[in-house]
């Protein structure tokens, strides 16, 4: 499909899923515009002109978090779209994501206050949860261990790795919560816009982005995971080493994951808690399913999936509108996107009803 | 020694009987993760369907006794449960409509349904009970339990027909033995688990073959989902009596995951459920002891993946063994 | 100023529908919406903790709300963060503290609660009616299910078992966490088990999963001590049956706490800029009235109970705390 | 224009029958032709002609965007093969479609199950209505078989019990005997003249003019989704028949290598022997020499260890006993990169499963041998622009029919399909060429470019071992042909020295013991 008629195909699905999530906002709310206006605008800064005609711009935080949610998306994001290439369907990104944590809290507090401890975490984050990918590409390329449940069985041990460390090695006793100590300045990465949280993995998600696609497209390594995932017993028979690329494929989709962990916790967080960001790996199938498994194309479903996340967190805290709706919304844009058929089948009911209402013999 | 005996065999008959009611829900999933994966179709949301089953089960029977006082008692949870199991089967029947009928990508919609059946449970039980987080507050009911009269004082045995608290096993718990020997025994022996078999290996043959593909993936589909809401009408009505906001807490996923585990077949399928049941078990017990709960849940997966690894590992030493013994006849003759 | 009530906006940094905790919070809001005549707002932040700050931010700089009533330990440090930048905003925390010494949070009014005190209460009275021996099939045991290991509950837990061997020496105490706030189903596997080492009371502080303990206790016929807000009142309607298994509840009264806060505010007289610590003696802990349970309870049990809760206001008797430091 | 209604004694009849598929493919258009009752016809054109097409309309797979089919006279519009069956039609397709893991009489009577009360089937009736089958068509099936093991021709057998099962009436057959034996194909051409005899009518695709010259009543020619010609069999011969389908004269076969002083032998194998994970023996004693400058032909019925042999001479698998040389070097064992590495290509015989990624490009499939060193790579980044253009060169210079390089493979027809793969293979200028079932499925004109591109090779001193179900094809271009049998070499004939009806009784372990099957001895 060209561009810009997949384009219109994702803005008709959006569009439908739009106007029954207003209808469900119908149902629940007394103020079904106001929330519809919030839904589509909330993730933009309002800019208002105060009494004294200074320009004062609102809820930049909300920009932010949207900046803020794509970057973590596009990066679990890949971390999913890399193995996907080697058509392995990884739903690791969430045990990556929790070692790459891990990984730069760690090294970030053993290290301190010295300039070094930046860079390490980055480093050590991208080496956890490469090492976390890299144990799901050997299960699957070694013992052909189906790669649905290892991720999802690493998912726990990784979420109870990351607890126990974080409970009982790393915590804080005098925090009042289980919680890591913050972390060092030094390591932390500061706001790029004030009083957002908006640092520079936001430029480092795009990076991230062109360093994959060209990966995929400029490297042998690259060239290898597309044709083990297009037709691994024709790479084998071609001497292509099918293996390595497969685990290799999860392991650098992991870099990414782990980046992600990063972006929580030395971005974000500055501190990691017990409990971390369920379920985000989900989030990140979708976005690259949304994407088409287009590596290019995948920053844009982030930013896309990332604006009605946060539109719908506007929505749900500026009006009566419950939390639930907003998961209803959400839920209905994934499946009206992913619905292929959906549009054509809109569009060549609409040509019947028009054929047959114009066809009538006068 | 005798009574030490008994009593170690008591505490076995109440970790079985224990392993087998908290396996009972993933149990009903798997079943239903089975058939459709078998049909050719993932179920990834199993969760959602479970979810739903056990919303629509709890909410539906707690009505029933306020609209229909006059109706004996016993209605009350039966029909909870018959709407518990048409809720979850509709919503299976939606997937299959956005797969089969929209194109769209099987485990995206799943995971979308999922979060529609969390947002939509949630969002209905506040409406209906002005609470976000439990039914409490309404009076629902529970499906009964059997219990097998006159084994009181029978000491193993009481144990493990009555259970731990010789109140019964629930009909469900029973239901899911029940739904193992039906789906082993349909799968194998019925023309229909032929066609749905076939339909999911190789769908361009049964294509040809004049099967309705299509049809035949509906089928798996809305028997997986009437299978796992079993499962979660147990939950709401049998484990607990009431509905939680997000109650299958990952059960759903865990049945996906005792398919693979189990090699797609019924009985493996069924074991890898009971696994994971005890393990959960496990864990409830072992937090008791000085470690940490945190490794206890860790056993679980592990003992997945060592599985997984240990049957290829089995098969490859196999292979080798008998390929060993085939060099010997090609070098001996 | 313009005849419109002020604005309260409270951030659950979770979902309601715990049962306890955040919706006691809700409730003090409500109750605030009419007796004070403010208008409040309640967000649910979600369990992802990357979006509380933004979601803190946004409230604080929408410039809709003069005051953001917020609750957890785990708020502490990004109201700590957040306040500063927002002089003009009032920001009520509760059950969670903010370093005065390290911010400039003048806009800031935290208390905490001195949940071990109830927890001691609940201790004295679950020890000693498994000692006074009314209860069928029960050892000399008594046991806690707890959420998670956080010190919030730890706290409990401390007042719990000081209490239960203060009143009944060398008694066992069973303490299990269920690592999660919100899996009955785990909750009632836990008490099963404790019920069936014999535990004859259980004290359950797990949020939702504690409904699984209060059903565990229906079904052995035992009994369970509540947390939070009033749990034998949530049941007594639906299922009496089980109202009549729950004892008493140790009542947290974030509800009251909360309204307080917000009439003094009114009145304003809040005092901002530290940090106020409730206890039994400020009304803010305190057992819930039973009367299903009522009959259950020796008067020599009550008895102990009513003396204990004299002597830890009367500062006769100081109860242990799992905050490090102590509790102020 | 075609009468309104056909006459009664038509069994099939096309009129004006257009396919356009979704993605624009005009595959038929304006195709008529007309099968009497009781008549095997034939259906002959280049790859990509639109005959299969033909085949999945009539079949209910897929149907025609204008014309009318009619079946015994009246029009039908199948919209699922269901219909088709319903109205008695049977299709054996190009693909085999069988269900690996069910046993034969599952598959055979899948869609039409003898029952038992409650929804059982009855696996007895199944298999005595297989046995039944198999003795009234005389092919030969073990009714309890898992298809999964079962060699190809087999499961073609399997695949048209299934149509007999259902009784259809009428039959289509897409190139059925591409996978087949002589003397299979001789079994299976008696049962169809049995068939055709008991008044069933049949319709079948081939490439094998000799088997339209044996088998068919009539012919239709389709050329580009158009038919270029129908016609009564008798009224034609093969000259005018090939060219109705090429569209021009075939070249001649290439010339045979003239004999002479024998060079030193290029691959030396000895003793190769291949024992599979279940233990079985697949291949055993296997020894052979093939000099530069030669093409030893490997015949065989499918199943006997050709694709062991050609697995084992590639790197795909290690052998269990014995080594092959390449100029001296042990080459097997080796991975099969290290193979590559040595000089060693391969053709393999199944160009969709391991020959090609279909749904990759024609640059990134032919990239797949040569992308890890220069000119198309350096120091790991791949310099696509090289590639682009030699791939466009590749497709200028092997005549391949496709609009450009980055055309996914798999919407190539066959036999381009397969010249792609050639052209890969033979890039390198390899020393060895492991070649199986290179024209497999493949037309005349493209089959015979091949063969020409495997003669430049051999001029060029490679060493071809040629496996190919085709005897004509062994047979013209083989210096020297062995024949497999049972994981053995039974026999060794030098070329001219054979014919294809010695060959065949070799194949089916029927021939006389001949001298010399011993090592060295190659012709
Ligand atoms: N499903 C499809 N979608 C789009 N185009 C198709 C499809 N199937 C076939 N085609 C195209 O239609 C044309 C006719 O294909 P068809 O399979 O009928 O050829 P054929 O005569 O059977 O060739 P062969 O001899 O290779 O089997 C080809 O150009 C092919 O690429
Ligand atoms: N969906 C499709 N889109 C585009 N082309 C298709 C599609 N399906 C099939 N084709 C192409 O149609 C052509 C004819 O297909 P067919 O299945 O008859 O096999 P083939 O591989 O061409 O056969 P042969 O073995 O005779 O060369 C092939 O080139 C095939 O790749
Ligand atoms: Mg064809
Ligand atoms: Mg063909």
């Not at chain 1, 860079?119 to 590409?137: D, I």
């Not at chain 1, 795009?206 to 994959?212: E, L």
């Not at chain 3, 039994?280 to 009522?294: M, Q, R, S």
Request: net charge positive.
């Amino acid at each position: 499909m060209t561009p810009s008629r997949e384009g219109a195909r994702i803005a008709l699905a959006v569009g439908a899923a739009l106007a029954l999530g207003f209808a469900v906002m119908a149902c629940v709310s007394d103020q079904p515009w106001a929330a519809f206006r919030a839904l589509l605008t909330g993730p933009l800064p309002s800019v208002d002109r105060a009494a004294d005609g200074q320009v004062v711009v609102h809820r930049l935080v909300r920009f932010g978090a949207w900046l803020q949610d794509a970057t973590t998306l596009t990066l679990v994001g890949l971390a999913i779209g890399l193995p996907f290439r080697a058509r392995q369907f990884s739903l690791g990104a969430d045990g990556q994501l929790f070692m790459g944590a891990l990984a730069a809290a760690t090294v970030s507090l053993g290290l301190g206050e010295t300039p070094t401890a930046l860079p390490l975490a980055f480093l050590a984050a991208a080496v956890a949860g490469a090492g976390w990918g890299l144990v799901a590409g050997l299960l699957k390329t070694r013992f052909e261990a189906n790669e649905i449940v290892t991720t999802l069985m690493l998912n726990v041990v990784a979420v109870q790795v990351y607890r126990l460390v974080v409970g009982r090695v790393l915590n804080d006793p005098t925090a009042g919560f289980i919680t890591t100590p913050p972390l060092p300045d030094a390591a932390t990465l500061a706001p790029l816009i004030a009083r957002t949280t908006v640092t520079a993995m936001v430029l480092v998600a795009p990076v991230a982005a062109v360093a994959a696609l060209f990966l995929l497209r400029r490297t042998t390594l690259g060239y290898e995971i597309d044709l083990a995932g297009a037709n691994p017993w024709f790479a084998i028979r071609a001497g292509v080493p099918v293996a390595r690329a497969t685990a290799l494929a999860f392991a650098l989709g992991g870099v990414f994951a782990g980046l992600a962990g990063f972006h929580v916790s030395n971005a974000l967080l500055k501190r990691l808690p017990i409990d971390l960001t369920p379920g985000i790996g989900l989030e990140g199938i979708v976005v690259a399913l949304l994407a088409r498994g287009r590596v290019g194309a995948l920053p844009l479903a982030a930013l896309g999936y990332a604006y009605l996340r946060v539109g719908a967190q506007a929505m749900e805290r500026t009006t009566d509108v419950p939390r639930e709706v907003v998961l209803v919304i959400q839920a209905l844009i994934i499946l009206f996107v992913v619905s292929d058929r959906l549009a054509p089948l809109a569009l060549g009911l609409m040509r019947r009803v028009r054929t047959s209402i114009g066809g009538r013999p006068a | 020694m005798s009574l030490d005996l008994v009593s170690a065999g008591t505490m076995a008959a109440v970790v079985a009987v224990t392993t087998l009611r908290a396996a009972t829900p993933i149990v009903f999933a798997s079943l239903g993760g089975l058939i459709s994966e078998l049909a050719g179709c993932i179920n990834v949301a199993l969760e959602g369907v479970m979810l739903v089953a056990a919303f629509a089960g709890v909410i539906t029977s707690a009505y029933s006794a306020l609209w229909f006082p006059d109706a004996p008692l016993w209605l009350h949870p039966w029909l909870g449960c018959a709407v518990g199991l048409l809720a979850g089967t509709a919503l299976a029947g939606l997937l299959a409509v956005f797969h089969l009928e929209l194109g769209a990508d099987l485990i995206v919609a799943g995971i979308g349904l999922n979060i529609l059946a969390q947002g939509l449970t949630v969002l209905l039980m506040a409406h209906l009970t002005g609470d976000k987080g439990s039914t409490a507050s309404l009076t629902s009911f529970a499906l009964p339990s059997l219990r097998w009269p006159g084994m009181g004082g029978v000491p193993v045995l009481g144990v493990l027909l009555n259970g731990d608290g010789d109140a019964g096993h629930n009909v469900l718990v029973y239901g899911a033995l029940a739904a193992t020997g039906w789906v082993a025994w349909a799968l194998r022996h019925t023309v229909f688990g032929l066609r749905l078999r076939a339909a999911g290996e190789n769908a361009q043959a049964a294509l040809a073959a004049g099967l309705p593909v299509k049809r035949l993936r509906y089928a798996g589909l809305l028997l997986s989902g009437l299978l796992a809401s079993g499962g979660g009408v147990f939950l709401g009505m049998g484990y607990l009596t009431l509905f939680q906001a997000d109650m299958a807490a990952g059960r759903g996923y865990l049945a996906l995951a005792a398919v693979f585990l189990g090699g797609r077949r019924p009985l493996g399928t069924v074991a890898a459920a009971l696994v994971f049941g005890g393990a959960t078990v496990m864990a409830a017990r072992l937090g008791l002891l000085a470690v940490p709960a945190e490794v206890v849940f860790m056993i679980p997966p592990l003992v997945t993946i060592a599985a997984l690894v240990l049957v290829k590992q089995h098969q490859r030493l196999a292979a080798r063994r008998r390929a060993a013994a085939g060099r010997t006849a090609l070098l001996s003759s | 100023a313009d005849g419109r009530p002020p604005r309260v906006a409270f951030f659950v940094n979770g979902a309601l529908g715990d049962k306890s905790f955040f919706d006691s919070a809700a409730r003090g809001l409500r109750q605030a919406e009419a007796d004070l005549h403010l208008a409040t707002r309640t967000i649910e932040g979600g369990y992802d903790p990357t979006r509380w700050e933004s979601g803190l931010v946004d409230l604080a700089d929408s410039g809709d709300f003069p005051i953001i009533v917020t609750g957890t330990y785990t708020m502490g440090p990004l109201v700590q963060k957040v306040a500063p930048d927002y002089p003009d905003v009032t920001f009520i925390l509760f059950d969670g503290v903010v370093d005065y010494a390290r911010c400039a949070c003048g806009n800031v009014y935290s208390m905490r609660f001195r949940q071990n005190e109830g927890g001691y209460l609940a201790g004295v009275l679950a020890a000693g009616l498994v000692r006074a021996g009314t209860i069928f099939g029960a050892k000399d045991v008594v046991g806690l299910v707890g959420a998670m290991p956080i010190p919030v509950i730890n706290d409990f837990a401390a007042g719990y078992g000081a209490g239960a061997q203060d009143a009944a020496p060398g008694i066992a105490v069973l303490r299990q966490f269920a690592n999660s706030f919100s899996d009955p189903a785990t909750g009632k596997e836990i008490a099963k088990a404790q019920y069936g080492q014999g535990a004859g009371v259980i004290f359950q502080v797990a949020g939702a999963t504690g409904q699984g303990v209060i059903e565990a206790a229906e079904e052995a016929g035992r009994y369970v001590i509540g947390v939070d807000s009033d749990q034998a009142a949530l049941y007594r309607a639906s299922s009496p049956r089980r109202a009549t298994r729950i004892l008493t509840s140790v009542m947290k009264n974030v509800d009251a706490a909360i309204l307080r806060a917000l009439r003094l505010w009114q009145q304003g007289r809040l005092p901002l800029g530290r940090t106020e610590s409730l206890g039994l003696k400020e009304g803010a802990i305190g057992l819930a009235d039973n009367p299903e349970a009522a009959l259950t309870v020796p008067p020599t049990v009550r008895a102990a109970v009513a003396a204990a809760r004299q002597r830890i206001i009367d500062g006769t008797l100081t109860v242990p705390t799992a905050f490090a430091g102590g509790q102020p | 224009m075609t009468p309104a209604i056909a006459p009664p004694l038509l069994a099939i009849a096309l009129e004006d029958v257009e396919k356009r598929y979704p993605n624009g493919t005009l595959a038929n258009s304006g195709v008529s032709f007309t099968v009497a009752a009781g008549e095997i016809h034939a259906l002959v054109g280049e790859n990509g002609a639109g005959k299969s097409t033909v085949m999945k309309m009539l079949y209910g797979l897929e149907r025609p965007t204008a014309g009318i089919l009619r079946i015994h006279g009246r029009p039908v519009d199948f919209r699922h093969p269901g219909d088709a069956i319903a109205a008695g039609i049977g299709l054996v397709a190009q693909h085999l479609n069988l269900v690996p893991s069910l046993t034969v009489a599952e598959n055979v009577v899948l869609g039409h199950e003898p029952r038992r009360i409650g929804g059982r089937l009855d696996r007895a009736a199944a298999a005595a209505r297989v046995r039944e089958l198999v003795e009234q068509s005389g092919l030969a099936v073990d009714p309890a078989a898992t298809v999964a093991g079962l060699p190809v021709g087999v499961r073609q057998r399997v695949e048209i019990l299934k149509v007999l099962h259902r009784g259809a009436r009428i039959l289509l057959l897409d190139e059925p005997t591409a996978v087949l034996t002589p003397p299979e194909t001789a079994t299976l051409f008696a049962t169809l003249r049995q068939l055709a005899n008991a008044g069933r009518t049949i319709l079948l695709i081939t490439h094998k003019l000799d088997e339209v010259k044996a088998l068919a009543g009539g012919v239709t020619v389709l050329c580009r989704g158009r038919v270029t010609g129908s016609a009564r069999m008798a009224d034609l011969d093969q000259g005018t028949l090939a060219r109705l389908m090429v569209g021009r004269d075939l070249p001649p076969p290439p010339p045979r290598r003239p004999a002479g002083a024998r060079p030193i032998p290029r691959v030396v194998a000895r003793d190769l022997g291949y024992v599979d994970g279940e233990g079985t023996i697949r291949l055993r004693d296997v020894s052979f020499d093939v000099a530069p400058g030669e093409i030893l032909g490997i015949a065989g019925v499918e199943g006997n260890g050709q694709d062991v042999l050609a697995r084992l001479l590639s790197g795909a698998d290690v052998p269990s006993a014995g080594e092959a040389k390449l100029d001296g070097q042990v080459f097997t064992g080796l991975s099969a990169r290290a193979a590559r590495a040595r000089g060693v290509a391969v053709v393999t015989e199944d160009r969709l499963h391991d020959g090609a990624a279909p749904s990759l490009s024609i640059v990134d499939n032919l990239m797949a041998t040569r992308y890890a060193r220069p000119p198309l790579s350096r120091r790991g980044l791949i310099d696509r622009a090289t590639a682009r253009r030699w791939a466009e060169e590749v497709i200028g210079g092997f005549s391949v029919r496709a609009t450009g390089p980055d055309q996914p493979i798999g919407a190539l027809s066959g036999g381009n399909m397969q010249k792609l793969i050639l052209a890969r293979e033979i890039a390198d200028a390899p020393t060895f060429l492991v070649a199986s079932q290179p024209t497999r499925g493949v037309d005349i004109a493209a089959a015979s470019a091949l063969h020409t591109r495997l003669a430049a090779l051999r001029d060029q001193g490679a060493a071809i071992l040629l496996i190919s179900a085709d005897l004509d094809e062994l047979l013209a271009l083989s210096d020297h042909i062995a024949v497999l049998y049972r994981g053995r070499i039974v026999a060794r004939f030098a070329a001219g020295a054979v014919d294809a009806r010695t060959l065949g009784l070799h194949m089916t372990g029927l021939g006389p013991p001949v001298e010399g099957g011993g090592h060295d001895a190659v012709a």
